[in-house]
Every structure is written in structure tokens, then in C-alpha cells.
């Protein structure tokens, strides 16, 4: 099992910069990938941005050059580094993390961040 906690949410105004962070624990050798992702109410959650082993990295269209993604495997953390917010940036945003069992493929989740953007 891996656990993930995030922090760095809270309430900016346009054109500000936030950073999440995400630290995992527990079975962490499992996980080759990690991202966030959003969601606002009523809508299905999309993927952010994604780094895998090996640091390679994808974002969705709409925060590249905006956003950036890193790690730092010392801390098993992951970051998100939020610039030029805008009001449609406001979400709950999530950490997720893709491990490898011996049963398959699985996500695991953290709870939950809240990043409002106000206009």
C-alpha cells in the first residue's frame, strides 16, 4: 500500500502562484509514476501533469508553461508548482501515484486539495 498527503492548497488570486506537495509513504519501491490531477464538482477528474521514473514528464494543454511538475526522491515528494493561476485553475486537485503489485496495475489517491482562484 502507498499512502499520499497533500498540502499547498488555499485561495489566490489571478495571476499568483501556489505549490502542492505530495509525500508518499509505505510501499514506495511499487510506484513508477506520479501526477496530479483536478477535479471541480460535477465533472470527471483530468490529469495535470505526470512524471514517471526516469523524470520524464507530461501536462495537459492547458498549464504547459504554466505549471511544473517535480520531485525529489529524498523526500518521496512530488511538487506542483503553480504560476500565472487563473480563475478556471480552481479545483480540487490531487496526488496520485501508479504502483506495480503482483495482482496488476493500481492507483492510489491522496485526499485532496482545494485551490481557488479568485478573479
Known amino acids: 500500500q502507498v499512502q499520499l498527503v497533500e498540502s499547498g492548497g488555499g485561495l489566490v488570486q489571478a495571476g499568483g502562484s501556489l505549490r502542492l506537495s505530495c509525500v508518499a509513504s509505505?510501499?514506495?519501491?511499487?510506484?513508477?509514476?506520479m501526477g496530479w490531477y483536478r477535479q471541480v464538482l460535477g465533472k470527471q477528474r483530468e490529469v495535470v501533469a505526470v512524471?514517471?521514473?526516469?523524470?520524464?514528464?507530461n501536462y495537459a494543454d492547458f498549464v504547459k508553461g504554466r505549471f511544473t511538475i517535480s520531485r525529489d526522491n529524498a523526500k518521496n515528494t512530488v511538487y506542483l508548482q503553480m504560476n500565472s493561476l487563473k480563475p478556471e485553475d480552481t479545483a480540487v486537485y490531487y496526488c496520485?501515484?501508479?504502483?506495480?503489485?503482483?495482482?496488476?496495475?493500481?492507483?492510489?489517491w491522496g485526499q485532496g486539495t482545494q485551490v481557488t482562484v479568485s478573479s
Open positions: 509505505g510501499s514506495i519501491s511499487s510506484i513508477y509514476a
Open positions: 512524471v514517471r521514473s526516469g523524470d520524464s514528464t
Open positions: 496520485n501515484a501508479k504502483g506495480l503489485r503482483s495482482s496488476g496495475l493500481v492507483d492510489y
